[in-house]
């Protein structure tokens, strides 16, 4: 007998005695309301709560490089918010048009190369069309099924330490930026897959 039917045979049986046994008045009462106040933070990925942090970068040491040059850059996410998070750091890398060896053609690639450090996974990339930047994304964990949860007001480890210019042997002259930006979530109540496919989809990445 499904719930449906249950309520509808006890509904009969209960006509049936009230018919048998004459007109019964039942008395009802109800309590005095309880106001529960509740203070909710607010969220909205549209407003910006954190920072991207770099100790160590100094703009004037990132002027007139060459190849081989290196650059103190080490970015991280300070969370603004307080409640744990998922945390994910998304890189536009800017493009050169360059050639390594002599006798290759030259071709668009990284202007910027780097070293990922541990606890950083990469979880999305757009490439490179026409010299445009090619976007990577990345999740704060030691892999793609283990997130590292940001704590409140807490900071990520820098994602890299350093940029490097290749070895170029040709390149045009270039002025760019690298940037980098971050994208939380808080944990509480979200799964995994939902936190990645919203962090996708704000860094425009399938």
């Known amino acids: 007998m499904n719930k449906k039917n249950l309520i509808t045979t006890l509904a009969l049986a209960a006509s049936l005695v009230l018919a048998a046994g004459g007109a019964i008045a039942y008395f009802n009462a109800h309590t005095a309301p309880k106001a529960n106040h509740f203070s909710i933070i607010g969220g909205n990925r549209d407003i910006v709560m954190g920072e991207i942090v770099e100790e160590n970068w100094v703009e004037d040491n990132a002027r007139n490089l060459v190849p081989n040059s290196t650059v103190a850059k080490d970015p991280k996410i300070h969370s603004g918010v307080?409640?744990?998070?998922?945390?994910f750091m998304k890189l536009e890398v800017p493009q050169a048009f360059a050639s390594i060896e002599l006798e290759d053609d030259s071709e668009y690639m990284d202007a910027l190369t780097f070293t990922v450090n541990d606890g950083w996974t990469l979880i999305g990339e757009r490439p490179s069309v026409n010299g445009s930047d090619r976007i990577l994304?990345?999740?704060?964990?030691?892999?793609?099924?283990t997130p590292t949860m940001l704590a409140a007001k807490g900071m990520t480890t820098a994602i890299f330490d350093s940029v490097s210019?290749?070895?170029?042997?040709?390149?045009r002259q270039l002025a760019t930026t690298f940037?980098?930006?971050?994208f939380t979530e808080q944990a509480?109540?979200?799964?995994?897959?939902t936190a990645v496919r919203d962090a996708k989809a704000w860094a425009?990445?399938?």
Do not use: H, Q, W
Not at 188 to 193: H, K, S, W
């Open 188 to 193: 509480l109540g979200v799964d995994l897959a």
């Open 137 to 145: 994304l990345y999740m704060y964990g030691s892999d793609a099924e």
């Open 82 to 87: 307080d409640y744990e998070t998922y945390a």
């Open 179 to 182: 940037d980098v930006e971050g």
């Open 165 to 171: 210019v290749p070895n170029f042997c040709r390149c």
């Open 204 to 206: 425009t990445i399938k």
